[in-house]
């Protein structure tokens, strides 16, 4: 089992809008940046979006900017991607991760565990 779970993807039309979860199913979340990662059929996993342990500090991919917004809610330990003007070119399989730090990172080997992931269909 993954120690982070997706979930909230879908098959929606171009200019619709998603959110996608992110939970910890083996620890807390609280201490550490979560970042949302997307990989579309015969691509390169592509950062989309990350957030500190705070969510004081957020970063987006230029792709998404103004479209897409990452959240946490410590509450329920949960980090969301919310997702709108949907694009076809926004399909792929959408994963969490979880930094070593609590800042906001960029590199893929800044991060230590890895969801499974949630497909996001984008067709009209």
């Known amino acids: 089992?993954?120690?982070?779970?997706e979930s909230g993807g879908g098959l929606v039309k171009p200019g619709e809008s998603l959110?996608?979860?992110c939970t910890g199913s083996r620890f807390t979340l609280d201490?550490?940046?979560i970042a949302w990662f997307?990989?579309?059929?015969g691509k390169e996993r592509e950062g989309v979006a990350c957030i500190s342990s705070n969510g004081g500090a957020t970063e987006y991919a230029d792709s998404v900017k103004g479209r897409f917004?990452?959240?946490r809610d410590s509450a329920d330990d949960t980090v969301y991607l919310i997702m709108n003007s949907l694009r076809p070119e926004d399909t792929a399989v959408y994963s969490c991760a979880v930094a070593g730090s609590s800042v906001v990172v960029t590199e893929?080997?800044?991060f230590t565990s890895?969801?499974?992931g949630t497909q996001?269909?984008?067709r009209a």
Request: charge should be neutral.
């Open 1 to 5: 089992q993954s120690e982070l779970v």
């Open 19 to 21: 959110t996608l979860s």
């Open 31 to 33: 201490m550490w940046a």
């Open 38 to 41: 997307r990989q579309a059929p």
């Open 69 to 71: 917004k990452i959240s």
């Open 108 to 110: 893929l080997a800044d």
């Open 114 to 116: 890895w969801g499974q």
């Open 120 to 122: 996001v269909t984008v």
